[in-house]
């Protein structure tokens, strides 16, 4: 990597690596994804961070706002990664001390092969609609990724959030803070680092960002957040289906106006949580339009083969 880095030809990003697990998100009708699958207590817990994130950042406007992203999401077939940190779901190590969310990629299906938004690009999205980001750092000359190394091998053993974060400050020729202060919000075990080979303009590219995106403003850090995670999770420790409903229900309508994914169809609609098993066979025998139909045909092909359970979403005419 130091001989790449060296030659020119790309930069060593660096990223911290928070106590987690991943939730994927594409709006309230994509839906939200954890532990492979859906309609779950994760998926339930994730949806209630991420508008409790909005709450924080948009104040009296997250509603609004928490309509706008899912439409955003939605009409332009994007879906976020993010690194879902709570006391509630278990952890690696140490408790956290709030829980959180940090959005680790984000990701446009657009009518080919999904497109994975560069580091630069995730900043300014994320600015854009007040998420949380993690912590960058950049090293684009060899003198800077050799000291990344050697930092890394005196620290690997022992280091904590407190050091590590002090020592690459000082060597990376670009730094740029989380959202989220890992100590405030994770406390001082740092689980580890992700080092990756980026393009050789990313440090131009994140330049440009964060001249043109600013950190955004919190405007409801100082109000009334409602009920937290852990208080609706205690009082309804007895039942994890009434944890999810209480959850679905405090995070509100603009965020979650259907709860369907959690509790299926009421009635007999068609298109319910049992439907009919030949709209599985139809789809594996269709003519697929676009890389990505091809690539969940043979996932599911194989699922089917392997006999393994599962259950799938379908929507009648989805993009209408």
């Known amino acids: 990597m130091i001989e790449i880095v060296s030659q020119g030809l790309a930069t060593i990003e660096v990223t911290q690596k928070h106590s987690g697990s991943l939730f994927m998100y594409a709006g309230h009708l994509g839906g939200a994804y954890a532990k492979n699958s859906f309609g779950n207590i994760f998926t339930a817990v994730g949806v209630f961070v991420l508008g409790r994130l909005f709450r924080e950042a948009w104040g009296s406007k997250a509603p609004k706002m928490q309509a706008e992203f899912n439409d955003f999401l939605e009409k332009n077939r994007i879906c976020i990664s993010m690194e879902l940190v709570t006391a509630v779901l278990g952890d690696h190590g140490q408790r956290p001390k709030d829980d959180y969310a940090v959005v680790t990629a984000v990701t446009e299906l657009g009518h080919g092969k999904p497109q994975f938004y560069s580091t630069p690009e995730v900043i300014s999205f994320c600015r854009k609609w007040r998420l949380p980001t993690n912590h960058v750092w950049l090293f684009s000359t060899r003198k800077s990724a050799t000291s990344f190394f050697a930092a890394y091998d005196a620290l690997c053993e ?124 139809h789809f594996l025998q269709a003519h697929p339009t676009d890389y990505a139909t091809k690539k969940l045909q043979e996932m599911i092909g194989l699922m089917k083969r392997k006999n393994f359970s599962a259950s799938f979403k379908s929507y009648w005419n989805y993009q209408k």
Request: proline share 6%.
């Open 158 to 281: 022992e280091g904590t959030a407190t050091p590590v974060c002090k020592a690459l400050d000082e060597i990376a020729d670009i730094s740029v803070p989380g959202s989220k202060d890992h100590v405030m919000v994770q406390g001082e075990i740092l689980e580890g680092l992700v080092a990756r080979i980026v393009s050789r303009e990313s440090s131009v590219q994140m330049e440009e960002v964060l001249r043109n995106f600013p950190i955004p403003s919190l405007d409801g850090g100082d109000s009334d957040l409602g009920p937290s995670l852990r208080d609706i999770c205690a009082a309804n420790r007895s039942d994890e289906k009434q944890q999810i409903k209480a959850l679905l229900e405090n995070v509100g309508s603009s965020m979650c106006p259907d709860h369907r994914d959690w509790f299926g169809y009421s009635g007999l609609e068609p298109q319910s949580r049992n439907a009919d098993k030949s709209v599985v066979t």
